[in-house]
């Protein structure tokens, strides 16, 4: 039987992959002292061929179906959709910061109320507290239920950040006085 021209092992950041003359540093490997070493925690992929090892980094998602995350809108692909950059989960110890990941907010989880577009819920750059819909990335969530929903948002007219202090669904600037909409989650 031939040897298989690659084999593959879990590494950590530092770790030893090979020397040098051996080895190639690939995707996500350096060289250090003569010595290929892995920059992340990952598979290493020793290719015994073209002499060189790559590396593909790990991706242990702390995100779960039920959980409640943290993230900031930063996109609207349509009036009915916002993307959502996830950077914290909730966890029994505290909130948690993690590797950002993809959530998506359609408009029909974005409220119990039945709401014309996405805009009534949320804003650009909002900070919102969600729940986690789906098991793998992009994240569906939703801000259904009343602790749900935008915890900090800036005023549409005079940029005053405001964090919201009811549920209402309506939210007046202190600064200004304009009144905008937002699927509210007080603190
Ligand atoms: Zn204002």
């Known amino acids: ?7 593959r092992a879990l590494v950590t950041p530092g770790e030893e992959l090979g020397v040098e003359e051996e080895y190639l540093p690939g995707d996500n490997a350096y060289v250090d002292s003569g010595y290929v070493k892995s920059m992340v925690l990952g598979i290493a992929e020793w290719d015994r061929v073209n002499h060189v090892v790559n590396v593909k980094p790990l991706k242990l998602s702390l995100i779960r179906p039920g959980q409640i995350v943290y993230g900031k809108v930063y996109y609207f692909p349509s009036d009915k959709v916002a993307m959502v950059r996830i950077f914290a989960v909730q966890q029994q110890d505290g909130v948690r910061r993690i590797q950002a990941e993809t959530g998506i907010l359609y408009v ?3 409220s119990e109320e039945r709401l014309g577009t996405i805009y009534d819920a949320v804003g650009l ?38 964090v919201p202090s009811s549920t209402s ?18 603190s």
């Open 1 to 7: 039987m031939q040897e298989p021209s690659v084999s």
């Open 108 to 110: 029909t989880y974005a």
């Open 125 to 162: 750059g909002d900070l919102i507290k969600a729940r986690v819909l789906s098991s793998k990335p992009p994240y569906h969530i939703s801000l259904r239920g009343p602790s749900l929903g935008v915890v900090e948002t800036k005023c549409p007219q005079c940029r005053a950040v405001i």
């Open 169 to 186: 669904g309506k939210i007046t600037c202190p600064v200004c006085g304009f009144v905008f909409r937002r699927k509210a989650a007080p």
